[in-house]
């Protein structure tokens, strides 16, 4: 019987890892808060990442790809204030300049560095400032929440959690920290996670593991379906707990962790007053239920309404029958928590006001019952509301 | 040597064409402006319609599609305030009950009657209004005006064209009246159009001029990227001018009016500042051009930041990366107007200042070269602003 327990640390929270952040003015020049920072594993480790699917890559995604490739790594190297995206050949030196500054300080090797980095885009990285930044780094097992914070943004709070699961065996940590899709001005939104853990697992358990954990967390959250640049998120095992747990439990618990921030994200979203999960049930297939979902929670005429505290069904069916599911709007069902508000594809009698309450909340849920076939989906996402505008005007 | 000249009268303005407008109260009760209207050919018209392609489609949507199916129609019945969508069986039987007034109201067929309703959605029709109004109608050739204004609804302005074209053999004529994409408190944007032709023509002549007429115009534009179930675009030609015009001729002449209505709904978008052409050019395929343009349109990040007067490149590359084209960052050219914002994917030399001048302006044109391929496609958008956000936060 496993059991999990929240504990303090973040990435540092698990054994054999350690972080520091320092501040270089990467932004604006003037020194004013932590914008970079090194997770680092003192043993070997085994590690896994997925990156954006953007075709447009920023420079640290591609040198991350590359050095992951073996599926080993000891370190992160993570920046705010620059994104290093749409820099060119100059920005993928720039990377491999972070990772190799990184890997001298702590005396591993280049490959087994990875680069992060989130901010403002098509502007050249500060190296000199960077590099000295790099070179003047302390790290230490309560280097976890300083990480955090130096890689905010437009994020209003850090973002982290770790967990010590308690198996048969033992127990292990594992720990992570996010940075939110929050806007840069005046560029674009950014997802980062790093996590670690202490259990013992293989590559390919890891990756396994991560890829699975990645679709039922982040890959559900949607603010406003532009997708970064610089999506990254990592994770590193390098077994110091000496507790290899089974697949199941390990997933349960990475679990959590992905969730946990994935959620945080979207609460932090920039201007957001109402947390929404949207499920499609009984749709014709998987994928018709993530498209219907997704259509939903990206739609800014239903975004808007959720703003407003309106409990509206219009735009929830029409954006149901633009999106190229098979639906029937005689048999869709539409509820806001547990009260509907359109049956068959007609308005319900539950009283206005009832469904009103509900809008209004900062969180609710939003079901569509298709009732065409046996699949669904659920996505996290946002209302969309005069302050996001506000705070994605640009220069 | 063909010449077309704009004149008055909107849908009257070609022969046998009237019109006429009155007040019903259909969304509150208060007559308190004209909210339906019939527009009539007293000579036997041929007919075209393209309808909204959501599978939640509203009544009049239904019956239209059922009536235009011989492509014969005399007359068209439409009303703001209600848009009788997901409205059910009742809503039929409404729609059906809208033509066979009007019908009875002209002496012909109810099947030669087509119906367009916009409005609020989910609401019952208030028939007996409607019925009564509809009975009261008194139709002329000075009705044009009256017509458009009465299926305003966000709309700030009545949309309306007409054009006399000149040919070897004589003249036609060919006017319009569309109503806008804006908002309808509580629920969603609409597109109506009804054009009206004295020009003689065959059902298949006129059905493909219409159909390729409504792709390079209607179809371009794009405001919030959800499409409604009544867009509804109507093209009813009579003859009576006893010009039998080229394809050529004709579609140059529709054209003109479908272009310039569509212009008119994305000018008269709530909440708009900008009004942007978006081109891409040089893509893989016609499809990849056409995704791009609209991935570009519809990014909620992209928009804000023309909202904010922000000559922006990065949020459109990263529009361009995510929608799933064939692209290649570092071959990717970007301007704003005719100025270069970013070439080969990254930041130009233009100065800062003359970008945001265009930016700034009302209306501007941003370019994509892919340079992957032969195909180019071209939308007109809008920005996404703090005033849009507050029109459609609902009840």
Redesign the interface.
């Known amino acids: 019987m496993n059991k999990e327990r929240k504990i303090k640390g973040g990435v540092c929270a698990a054994e054999g890892f350690v972080a520091g952040a320092t501040g270089c003015g990467i932004k604006t020049g003037r020194v004013t808060r932590d914008d970079l920072s090194v997770v680092y594993s003192e043993v070997p480790a085994v590690a896994a990442a997925t990156f954006t699917?953007?075709?447009?890559?920023a420079a640290p995604v591609r040198i991350s790809a590359e050095h992951i490739r073996p599926g080993r790594a000891r370190a992160v190297v993570l920046n705010s204030g620059n994104a290093n995206?749409?820099?060119?050949p100059n920005g993928l030196a720039d990377a491999r300049a972070m990772a190799s500054a990184t890997a001298k300080l702590l005396r591993v090797k280049s490959s087994q560095v990875l680069v992060c980095s989130t901010g403002r885009?098509?502007?050249p990285m500060p190296m000199d400032a960077i590099l000295k930044g790099i070179s003047s780094l302390k790290l230490s097992r309560a280097g976890g929440t300083p990480a955090a914070k130096s890689i905010m943004t437009s994020d209003t709070f850090a973002k982290e959690i770790a967990l010590e699961v308690t198996t048969h065996d033992g127990h292990f940590r594992i720990g992570g920290m996010a940075k939110g899709a929050g806007?840069i001005d005046?560029?674009?939104?950014t997802m980062l996670c790093v996590a670690t853990t202490d259990a013992i697992l293989s590559g390919p358990a890891l990756r396994t593991a991560l890829r699975e954990s990645v679709e039922d967390s982040f890959n559900r959250i949607t603010i406003?379906?532009?997708?970064?640049?610089n999506d990254t998120v990592i994770l590193l095992a390098n077994g110091a707990s000496r507790i290899s747990p089974s697949p199941k439990i390990f997933r349960h618990a990475l679990d959590i962790v992905t969730r946990a921030l994935a959620r945080l994200i979207v609460e932090d979203g920039e201007g957001v007053s109402r947390f929404v999960e949207v499920e499609v049930r009984r749709a014709a297939s998987k994928a018709d239920a993530r498209r219907a979902a997704e259509a939903i929670a990206n739609?800014?005429?239903v975004k808007?309404?959720w703003?407003?505290?309106?409990p509206?069904?219009?735009?929830i069916?029409?954006?149901?029958?633009?999106c190229g599911v098979k639906?029937d709007?005689?048999k869709t069902d539409i509820f806001y928590d547990d009260l509907p508000v359109?049956l068959?594809?007609?308005?319900s009698k539950t009283p206005v006001k009832k469904l009103?309450q509900i809008a209004a909340k900062k969180a609710f849920r939003v079901t569509v019952d298709l009732k065409v076939g046996k699949a669904s989906h659920m996505v996290w996402t946002t209302d969309?509301?005069?302050e996001?505008?506000?705070l994605?005007?640009?220069?």
Not at 312 to 315: A, H, I, L, Q, V
């Open positions: 699917t953007n075709k447009v890559k995206a749409c820099t060119g885009i098509g502007v806007m005046p560029n674009m939104a406003d379906g532009d997708m970064s640049t739609s800014t005429l808007c309404a703003a407003g505290g309106d509206n069904w219009g735009r069916l029409d954006a149901v029958g633009y639906m709007e005689a359109a068959g594809g007609v308005v009103r969309l509301t005069e996001y505008v506000r994605n005007l640009g220069e």
